[in-house]
Structures are given as structure tokens and as C-alpha cells.
């Protein structure tokens, strides 16, 4: 199992180690941020003060970093991008270093609003990719037949089956503990920053975390994880990661077939079947609807005869064809 990522120490100047440890629990406590998200971001950081190191000929330190100037923001980034890091990463450390920059300022510590001026690489849209109905159905059929033991195989069904439908981030399920399992009709998930939302709940969903909570062989207390690992621990993101692997090659998916993959499947679907599209941005959880429209978008073919199927004027066009 990786290590989690560290601030090193050879790149903190007075003050900053104790700041970066501050920003780490508000990243994980206040902002809820996943332990991958959490990683990634000190490595952006790691990245961004070495780079300060030799930039600055000096350890970075808290007052180095309040001293920072737009000119030197934008060296970073192309330096970035001389040593052809894609966009993607680039944005995404931006983002880190950004959000470094908040806390400081939050706790009263630096207040260096240059970066608030430094424009990040231009990102492609990436279209999501859903599965088709057809695809998702395989996938969860065939996720049992996967595992070592038939009680991995029913937490690995049951895990997807969620996923799809429910359409839940991984994260978002894998933090479940047994007290959440649904009983009913629905459940409430908290997303991110903390932002609680309620979802129905299909029969299937309750079936398959009923069925693999039964044949767990781990007794978990209630206020334990709903999905383990062979050892009892809480289930990674990775393990399902892996699994979504196994099954792209088993039934010929394409890359694009991974676990959140089932989420964008899961907006696609219903709104292929007459869905609202503002009733699905709840679900989701998604704080803008152009977000939901980017996971649905994909789907024109079905946009379309919705819209035909549904809409006055499409059906006075069909009679006034007739």
C-alpha cells in the first residue's frame, strides 16, 4: 500500500511546515477532500517550492511566499509547461497552490492576492464517456464472478450496483458505514463539502448490500465501514479501480469504463429516459447544472427524442409532416 504523501522537508522554511499541516486538516476535515485528492495536492505543493528553491535561490518560507509576485506565478507554470506537463496536471496544481494560498489567508498568515491574477492552461471539454445500458448491465452482472471468495464477489456487486444506481461518487460509497446501508425507499449521502443530499433507492440497490452484508464474514459495529477489504478494513477506491480494470478486459469495455464512469451512466440513463434534468442535478449532487449538462450532453441521440416525444411544437411539426 502507498505511503501518503508528505511535505518535504528539505523544501520548508520558517513557519511553512506547520502551515501545511494546518491546510492538510482543513482539507480533510473541513472541506471532507478525499486521501487521493489530499496526496495529490501535496505533491503539486512539493513540486510548486522546489521549483521556489531554486527559482528564489532560498528555502521557501512563509514570508518568501507572501512576497510572491505574478511574474513569478507565471515562471512556475512555464516552466510547467517547457517540461511538457499536461494541462490537466498543470490546472490541478494550480488549483492546489491556489487553495494553499486561501488558508494562509484565512489564518491570517500570508495575504498574497497575485495568484488570484494568474491564468491557468486552457483545458479541452472532456466529454464523459457513459456506459451503455447494455455495458452496465454486463459490468454488474459479471462484477460477482470476478472475486477470490463469493463474499468479495457480493461486495464487489453490491459496490458497483450502487455506483450505477444510485449515482454516487466512489468516494461517496466507500465512506458509507454500516449504520447507512438503506432500510427504505432512500438514503442520505454527504457529498462534497459536506453537502448532504437524499437519493431513492432502486430494490436491486437494497438487494445487493443486503445480500453481501449477510454473507460478510467480518463483525463489523455500526459504526464501521459498509464495505471492507479480505482483512475487514475499510474498502480503497483503488480495489474497485482494479476491479473496473478486470471487467474492461473480461467484456471488452472501453478505458474509459472505470467506476465514476457508472455515475455518468447512471445521469445518462435516466435522462435518456425522459428524466428532468434539474431533478438529476439534485441527485448528483452537482452545485451547477452546466455540470450535469456536460454528464448528460453526451447523450444527443436521446436528448432529442425526449424533446420529440415531449414537446408541443415537436409534436405539431410531426402532424403538420403527416
Known amino acids: 500500500m502507498a505511503k501518503p504523501a508528505r511535505l518535504n522537508p528539505d523544501l520548508a522554511g520558517p513557519g511553512l511546515a506547520e502551515a501545511v499541516a494546518g491546510w492538510c486538516r482543513w ?26 528553491a531554486t527559482h528564489l535561490g532560498e528555502t521557501p518560507s512563509i514570508k518568501s511566499l507572501d512576497g510572491l ?8 507554470l512555464a516552466k510547467r509547461a517547457m517540461e511538457d506537463r499536461r494541462k490537466t496536471s498543470t490546472a490541478r496544481a494550480l488549483s492546489a497552490v491556489r487553495s494553499f494560498y486561501r488558508h494562509l489567508a484565512r489564518e491570517g498568515l500570508a495575504h498574497n492576492t497575485s495568484i488570484v491574477a494568474v491564468r491557468g492552461p486552457r483545458l479541452p471539454r472532456a466529454l464523459p464517456k457513459p456506459l451503455t445500458e447494455v455495458e452496465a448491465a454486463e459490468t454488474l452482472e459479471q462484477s460477482a464472478r ?22 454516487l461518487r466512489i468516494d461517496e460509497a466507500l465512506r458509507l458505514n454500516r449504520a447507512d446501508a438503506p432500510r427504505g425507499e432512500s438514503m442520505m449521502i454527504t457529498g462534497k463539502g459536506g453537502k448532504q443530499r437524499v437519493i431513492p433507492v432502486l430494490p436491486t440497490v437494497r438487494e445487493a448490500i443486503d445480500d453481501y452484508q449477510q454473507a460478510c464474514p467480518h463483525d463489523i459495529p455500526s459504526d464501521g ?43 445518462t440513463h435516466l435522462l435518456a429516459g425522459g428524466g428532468d434534468l434539474r431533478t438529476i442535478q439534485e441527485l448528483l449532487g452537482h452545485a451547477s447544472l452546466s455540470t450535469t449538462q456536460r454528464y448528460t450532453g453526451v447523450d444527443a441521440d436521446s436528448l432529442m427524442a425526449v424533446y420529440d416525444a415531449a414537446h408541443p411544437r415537436a409534436r405539431q411539426d410531426r402532424r403538420g409532416n403527416e
Open 27 to 52: 482539507l480533510a476535515e473541513e472541506r471532507r477532500s478525499s486521501a487521493h485528492t489530499g496526496d495529490a495536492y501535496i505533491r503539486d505543493l512539493n513540486g510548486f517550492l522546489a521549483f521556489l
Open 146 to 167: 470476478q472475486a477470490a471468495a463469493p463474499w468479495i464477489g457480493k461486495r464487489d456487486a453490491a459496490v458497483l450496483t450502487l455506483l450505477y444506481g444510485c449515482g
Open 225 to 267: 465501514p459498509l464495505f471492507v477489504g479480505a482483512r475487514g478494513k475499510r474498502l480503497g477506491a483503488r480495489t474497485v479501480q482494479a476491479l473496473m480494470q478486470k471487467l474492461r478486459a473480461h467484456l471488452g469495455l472501453p478505458e474509459t469504463a472505470t467506476p465514476h464512469a457508472l455515475r455518468h451512466s447512471f445521469a
Open 69 to 76: 509576485s505574478a511574474r513569478d506565478f507565471r515562471a512556475w
